[in-house]
C-alpha cells in the first residue's frame, strides 16, 4: 500500500467519525469534544451543524479555538464554493449564515441548503439561535401562518424578538381590509411598541397602511380615515366575535373597550376572551374574502391577542421611529409622509426609494415638508436619502430645506434637458459630512456640484458616480474645489468619472490630505498617460506619503501589466498604511500578477493586506495563476472567485 493510499483511508476515516460525531453529538457529550486535540476540533468543525456549531462556541472560545472555519463552511455550503468570503470574524461569519438562513426557514421557504439540512433547521433551538444572532425581522402578512405561530406555541420566540429586533421590514402584501393581517399588525406593535425596535423599512406603497405605522409613532399627524378604523366600537365588535370565543365578555366589557374611554384613563380589569389559535380552512376562506371589519387600534390587537391566562397588562406603550426607509414610495404614500414629517421630531433617517423619478411637485412638496421639521428646534434629522430625483437642482433644493442634514445620498437620472430659474442666494455654509451623488446624466451640472461642496466646509465623506462632465478642464475644477474647499475629507469615492487628465491635481489632492479611504473606480486613469508606469509611479510616491490611507481601491482602471508598480507602495523606509487594496477587473494577467507577487513578497507589508484580485483573467494560465496566490497567501488576504475570460470579450478586446 502506497503512501498516497494510506493518507486516502486515514482522510476516509476520519470523515466517517466526523459525520457520527455530528449525527450523535448528544449521545457522544460536549465534554468528550472538548477534550480532542485542537486540530482535531478544527477539522471537526466543518462537519457540524448550526446549532452544535453555536451551542459548542463559547467553550470553544474559552479554550482559545475559533469556530470561523465552521461558520465559512456553512457559507461555502450555501452558496457554492466559488463564493468571496469577505468576512474576518466568526462573529461576522456566525451572523451571514444566521441572517441568509432565519427568514428563509422561519417562512418555510427552501432551497438546496434547506432542504439538504431541514432536520437540523426545523427545529425551536434553531430559531431560537439564529433570533440571539440577528437585529431585523421581516413581517410577510402574506405568510400568516408562521406569524399565527408567535401567538401560540411560539410566544417565547416573540417574547425574545422583543429584546432583539431593532429592525422591522413591512412586507408588500399588507392590508389593512384584510382580517388575517390582524397576526401582522400585532407582531409590529410587539416590536416596535414593546420591543426595541425603532427603524422601519416599508415595501408597502399603501397610505392607509403607511399611516397605521406612523400614527402615534413619532409624529402628532393624524389620519382622518385611520380614525375611522380606530375608533369604531362596531368594528371591535366584530372583530371579536370573529376572532376570539367570548368566554362571557361583551364588547362593552371586553376588548372592545379603549383605555381613552374609561372616565378616569385608566384600564379597567376584565375576564380576557380566550382566544382559538387554530383556524379551520373554512374560516381561513371567510378571512380571505371579507374586508375590514376589526378595530385595528394597537391596544384592542394586543388584548385581543393576550392570552386568557397571560399576564394583566396596562394601557399599551407606544414606540418611536427614528430610521424610516421606504422603499416603494409613490406620490399618494408621500403625500402622507409630507403630512406627517413636520412633527416627526425623532426621526433621525429618512431613505425614501422610487422605481420612477419623482415627480417635480412631488419633490417640492417634500422640501416644504422638510423646512416646517427643520424649523423646528426638536427636530433630529441628520441623514436623508432620496432616489430618483429628475434633475440635480432639486438637491439643492432639499439640501436647503433641511438645515440640519449632515449626510445627503440622492440618486439623479436626467434623460432629457430642462431649463431653471436662477434661485436667490444659496451661499449659506451647510452642515452636510456625508454626500453622496450617484447620477445617470448626458451632461452633469458641474457648478451646481462644486457649489455644493465650497458650501461643505465640514464634508469627511464624498461619493460621486457617473458623472459626465463636457471637458477635462471640469474634472480639474472639480479636483481643485475639492482641494480648497474640503480639507476634511476622509473618505473619497470618485466612480466612472473620467480623470485621465487629471493627474496634476489628483497629485495636488493627495498633499498634506487626511484621506483614510481613497477609491477611483473605473476612471479611465491610464488611458492617456504616456508613459503609464512612471505616471503610475508617481501617483504611488503621493500614496506613501498620505500616513492616514488604510483602504485604497483602483478597481477598473486597466493597470494591467503595470500592477507591479503597486506593489512599491510598501517599499522604502516610509511604507504605506494601506490594509486594504483593491485591483479587482483591471485585466491582470497571471505572469503580471506572479511578477506584482514576487515585487510584494519583497516589499512585505507591515500589515497583513486584504488584496481584492476579483474579475480577473486568472484562466488564462491557471497554474502561473495558482503560483502568484501561493506567494501571496503568506502576507495576504485573498478575495478571489472563478473567472471565464470567454464571457468578458469586450474588455479582451478593448486591451489588445
Known sequence: M???????????????????????????????????????ITDLLPHLTICQLDELQPALNQRGISTYSGWVGVLLDMCGPKR??????????????????????????TNNFVSKNITNLNTPSFLTAAAKCITHFLIDSSFHKSLHRLTAEQR???????????????????????????????????????????????????????????????????????????????????????????????????????????????????????????????????????????????????QAFTPCDGPSAGTCPLGQIDCLEFRKCRSDSLQVLNSALPTFFCLRSLILHSFLTFRDSDVFDLARALRKLSGSSNSSLTDLSISVLPYAKLMEILLNASSKVKSLLVEIHTLVPYTWAAESDVSAELPLEELTIKVTELQTDLQLITSVLRRSPHLTALHLAGMRLPTGSSQSQLLNTLSESNHCLRSLHLEDVKLSDCLPQILNLLKDCKLEELRLNDCRLLEKWSNKEESLRQLVAALKKVPSLHTLSLAQNRLAKNVCVLAELF????????????????????????????????????????????????????????????????????????????????DHISNM
Not at 511604507?575 to 511578477?595: G, T, W
Request: charged share 25%; aromatic share 6%.
Open 2 to 40: 502506497t503512501d498516497t493510499d494510506g493518507k486516502a483511508r486515514e482522510r476516509n476515516l476520519k470523515e466517517i467519525c466526523f459525520q457520527a460525531v455530528r449525527k450523535h453529538l448528544d449521545a457522544v457529550g460536549i465534554e468528550s469534544v472538548l477534550g480532542l486535540p485542537t486540530p482535531l
Open 571 to 650: 517599499s522604502g523606509s516610509s511604507p504605506s498604511s494601506v490594509k486594504r487594496l483593491n485591483i479587482s477587473s483591471n485585466f491582470i494577467q497571471p505572469a503580471e500578477l506572479l511578477d506584482f507577487a514576487v515585487t510584494l513578497t519583497t516589499h512585505r507589508p507591515p500589515h497583513r493586506l486584504t488584496l481584492d484580485l476579483r474579475k480577473n483573467p486568472g484562466d488564462r494560465d491557471p497554474e502561473t495563476w495558482d503560483t502568484a496566490l501561493k506567494r501571496l497567501r503568506p502576507v495576504c488576504v485573498l478575495l478571489v472567485e472563478g473567472w471565464i475570460s470567454t464571457n468578458s470579450m469586450a
Open 156 to 302: 417565547p420566540l416573540l417574547n425574545l424578538f422583543e429584546k432583539r429586533m431593532r429592525s422591522v421590514s413591512i412586507s408588500q402584501s399588507m392590508d389593512l381590509s384584510k382580517k388575517k393581517n390582524r397576526t401582522a399588525l400585532y407582531v409590529f406593535h410587539r416590536l416596535v411598541d414593546h420591543g426595541v425596535a425603532n427603524k422601519l423599512v416599508i415595501h408597502n406603497d399603501c397610505p392607509i397602511v403607511l399611516a397605521w405605522l406612523l400614527h402615534g409613532r413619532g409624529s402628532q399627524y393624524v389620519h382622518p380615515k385611520l380614525m375611522n378604523l380606530m375608533h369604531s366600537k362596531k368594528a371591535s365588535c366584530v372583530s371579536q366575535e370573529a376572532s376570539v370565543r367570548a368566554d362571557g365578555a361583551s364588547c362593552s366589557s371586553g376588548l372592545g373597550t379603549r383605555a381613552s374611554e374609561n372616565q378616569d384613563n385608566q384600564p379597567t380589569a376584565s375576564k380576557r376572551p380566550k382566544i382559538s389559535f387554530d383556524l379551520s380552512e373554512e374560516e381561513e376562506e371567510e378571512e380571505e374574502s371579507e374586508t375590514v371589519h376589526f378595530d385595528v387600534d394597537p391596544q384592542v390587537l394586543c
Open 84 to 109: 468571496v468570503v469577505d468576512l474576518h470574524t466568526e462573529e461576522e461569519a456566525k451572523h451571514e449564515v444566521m441572517k441568509m438562513l432565519f427568514t428563509v426557514v422561519f417562512y418555510g421557504y
